[in-house]
Nanobody, 129 residues
């Protein structure tokens, strides 16, 4: 049974940086895609970034974070990271890490949220103006 745990959220001023970590354990397969999502109360959840194992370890980013956020992975530690630079108040949200061992579109970060089988409890990011 997979387990996902996020850490690294916090309070930062606009223009600052944070690095989120996502520790993954218990997966039966070596290959898995990991996505970061964020959500504010009453708003729709949105995918921020994804590293997929299909298509040559493809990375995808939401347009609004492209060039500011960088997703990476430490395979030995089974930990994914989301480095967030030049943070803006609109980046404030609860950030969730999720993973899937699915094939096809799921492996290339092309699938819907429902493709992700294991989710963390979230880490709050607050950016002040």
């Amino acid at each position: 049974q997979g387990q996902v745990e996020e850490s690294g959220g916090g309070f930062v001023q606009a223009g600052g940086s944070l690095r989120l970590s996502c520790q993954i354990s218990g997966l039966k397969f070596e290959h898995y895609a990991v996505a970061w999502f964020r959500q504010n109360p009453g708003q729709q959840r949105e995918q921020v970034s994804c590293i997929g194992w299909g298509g040559g370890w493809r990375k995808r980013y939401r347009a609004s974070v492209e060039g500011r956020f960088t997703a990476s992975r430490d395979n030995a530690k089974k930990t994914d990271f989301l480095k967030m630079n030049n943070l803006k108040p609109e980046d404030s949200a609860m950030y969730y890490c999720a993973t899937t061992t699915g094939y096809g579109v799921a492996s290339e970060c092309e699938g819907p949220d429902t493709d992700y089988e294991w989710w963390g409890h979230g880490t709050q990011v607050t950016v002040s103006s």
